[in-house]
């Protein structure tokens, strides 16, 4: 780092993810000459701890970027697409955890660990988007393999946790459940049907090719991150009763082939990976163990015996940490380290 403090603003900190955020900056390397809260008028005039102060929360406006260098936000895509530019024309690097920049040709859509080059391009719009969490950590997990033997298609399955609707679903989840299991009246607000004891095949709005829009970003952002269209994607997006840590069933066709036992030694000590696979002893990843840290946790690796180049595995992150605020701070720390 060259000595340089960072004036750092986050959007959307009274959110489940906002909340994160400023945890992951406490933790983070990046060295501060301020931070600012931001959130909608509601929460104007509340306060959030940073390292032990006490700190305004600040009504997020078109005006609130002046002399802020970095802006990390989440609050929604509708206000991402509102704020960003403003932030951006006021010179203040944005970096986003909506969908709304997602697929922005001219916006650098980064995971450290596959793609850090690509936060060079920042000085496109002055914006860097953070991938969908469930894309994020399949990145992570299958990018040695991709490195080492190209690959041809994928399919995932995932088991999202509520979390990564914000703090109503994860209220929701709880209420609902506590109401259920004293046989009282449940209310359903945030999703179309009951999620305590239950299982949707439903996350985000469902489009004309019978998908939903959370199955297509894992499609579009997974080749996006790869720069490589030829890869097959095919995705079912599935919320269930857990509150943090998103789960998914990876099936990956390789171009060239690799063995199981061969996969396991290459992600091996990979950054931002942890092999978990020891069946035998009932160990392999859980959403309760991916909780609360940041590494993304591989295991059940197989071979998939019904073609001759497939493997199979279960990979498992937090979703509101590596999935969301971790990954967002970590392209936050390339941008102060390299190029600020
Ligand atoms: P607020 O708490 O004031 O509503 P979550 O995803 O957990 O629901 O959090 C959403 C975050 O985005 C919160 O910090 C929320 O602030 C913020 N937010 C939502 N809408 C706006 C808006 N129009 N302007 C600024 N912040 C917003």
Redesign the pocket.
């Known amino acids: 780092m060259s000595g340089k403090k960072f004036n750092i603003a986050i ?9 994160q955020m400023i945890t992951c900056l406490e933790e983070s390397s990046i060295p501060l000459k301020s931070v600012r809260f ?7 005039g ?1 306060k959030l701890n940073f390292k032990g102060a006490s700190i305004d ?1 600040e ?2 406006t078109e005006n609130s970027f002046k002399g802020v260098d970095i802006a990390l936000f ?3 895509g ?2 991402s697409k ?2 960003a530019p403003f932030a951006a024309n006021d010179g203040c690097v944005v970096i986003d955890n909506s969908s709304a920049w997602r697929m922005d040709p001219d916006v650098p859509l980064v995971v450290p660990e596959v793609n850090p080059h690509a936060v060079a391009d920042y000085t496109n719009k002055g914006i860097i988007a953070n991938p969908n969490c469930s894309t994020i950590q399949m990145v992570v997990a299958i990018n040695p393999v991709y490195r080492k033997c190209g690959i041809r298609r994928i399919v995932v399955s995932t088991y999202q946790a509520v ?1 990564g ?6 209220d929701e989840l709880f209420d609902q459940t506590r109401s259920m299991i004293n046989f009282a009246d449940y209310e359903i607000n945030v999703y179309p049907h009951r999620i305590a004891f239950n299982c949707l095949p439903h996350i985000d709005v469902f489009l004309e090719n019978g998908y939903t829009k959370e199955e297509m970003k894992m499609v579009n952002e997974t080749r996006k991150i790869f720069e490589d269209d030829s890869i097959g994607v095919t995705a079912t997006t599935v919320r269930v009763p857990v509150f943090y840590s998103h789960s998914e069933s990876v099936n990956i066709e390789t171009k060239e082939h690799i063995s199981a036992d061969e996969v396991k030694s290459l992600l091996e000590n990979k950054p931002g990976i942890k092999v978990v696979d020891d069946p035998a002893n009932n160990i392999y990843p859980l959403a309760i163990d991916a909780a609360g840290q940041d590494l993304t946790l591989v295991g059940r690796i197989r071979n998939d015996e019904s073609i001759p180049n497939g493997i199979n595995m279960w990979i498992v992150a937090d979703n509101i940490r590596k999935g969301a605020a971790t990954n967002t701070v970590q392209i936050a720390e390339i941008l102060a380290d390299k190029y600020l």
């Open positions: 959007a959307g900190a009274t959110g489940a993810v906002g909340n931001l959130a909608s008028h509601r929460s104007a509340s929360v009504e997020l989440s609050a929604g509708g206000t509102k704020f979390s609707t914000g703090k109503k679903a994860i």
